[in-house]
């Protein structure tokens, strides 16, 4: 079950040290306590997928995932921190039980996934992704253009909702 025969190679060191550091960043952004601390390690998260991205040889995913969620969200996100206010934040008292079985669930989950992914057979072959970026394109405004359409209200509506809140905000004494 436990077959740990590992070839060291390039391509699996450099695909541990991302895989490690998209893993610390995400628990890096559940765990600081400044929201623009959580947004910065949420970027480098991100910067780790869109290196695991070309790894797998999916070279526009990756200009996708640094153009969108770097680039976009990430700054949007900073807007929205800069425009609200944020005082009186103070850190909520521990919880034991509340940590103890998050840790459980977590340990849980990882054993799941590891067995999962130990048992499951991949096929060999490779698939030809030569011309996958206009695939891609014509799969977004062909079969996904309502969504793609909906997803960009649901961004201006959010972006809309921020500044109203900190307007408001702004207005009470």
Same mark, same amino acid.
Do not use: W
């Given at each position: 079950?436990?077959?740990?025969?590992?070839?060291?190679?390039?391509?699996?060191?450099?695909? /541990?040290?991302?895989?490690?550091?998209?893993?610390?960043?995400?628990?890096?952004?559940?765990? /600081?306590?400044?929201?623009?601390?959580?947004?910065?390690?949420?970027? /480098?998260?991100?910067?780790?997928?869109?290196?695991?991205?070309?790894?797998?040889?999916?070279?526009?995913?990756?200009?996708?995932?640094?153009?969108?969620?770097?680039?976009?969200?990430?700054?949007?996100?900073?807007?929205?921190?800069?425009?609200?206010?944020?005082?009186?934040?103070?850190?909520?008292?521990?919880?034991?039980?509340?940590?103890?079985?998050?840790?459980?669930?977590?340990?849980?989950?990882?054993?799941?996934?590891?067995?999962?992914?130990?048992?499951?057979?991949?096929?060999?072959?490779?698939?030809?992704?030569?011309?996958?970026?206009?695939?891609?394109?014509?799969?977004?405004?062909?079969?996904?253009?309502?969504?793609?359409?909906?997803?960009?209200?649901?961004?201006?509506?959010?972006?809309?909702?921020?500044?109203?809140?900190?307007?408001?905000?702004?207005?009470?004494?």
């Amino acid at each position: 079950m436990f077959n740990f025969n590992i070839e060291i190679t390039g391509e699996f060191v450099a695909f /541990f040290l991302l895989s490690v550091c998209a893993i610390v960043g995400a628990v890096l952004a559940i765990n /600081f306590t400044k929201v623009v601390h959580t947004t910065l390690s949420m970027a /480098f998260t991100f910067i780790a997928i869109a290196g695991l991205y070309v790894l797998l040889e999916a070279e526009f995913l990756a200009f996708v995932q640094v153009l969108l969620y770097v680039g976009a969200i990430t700054i949007l996100m900073i807007f929205g921190i800069m425009m609200t206010k944020h005082d009186g934040e103070g850190r909520e008292a521990g919880r034991p039980l509340r940590d103890t079985l998050a840790a459980i669930g977590c340990l849980s989950l990882f054993g799941m996934l590891f067995y999962g992914i130990r048992n499951a057979s991949f096929p060999q072959e490779a698939a030809s992704y030569a011309d996958s970026t206009r695939e891609i394109g014509l799969q977004l405004f062909t079969r996904y253009a309502i969504p793609f359409e909906l997803m960009s209200v649901l961004l201006t509506v959010a972006f809309i909702g921020a500044i109203a809140l900190a307007k408001r905000e702004e207005g009470t004494p």
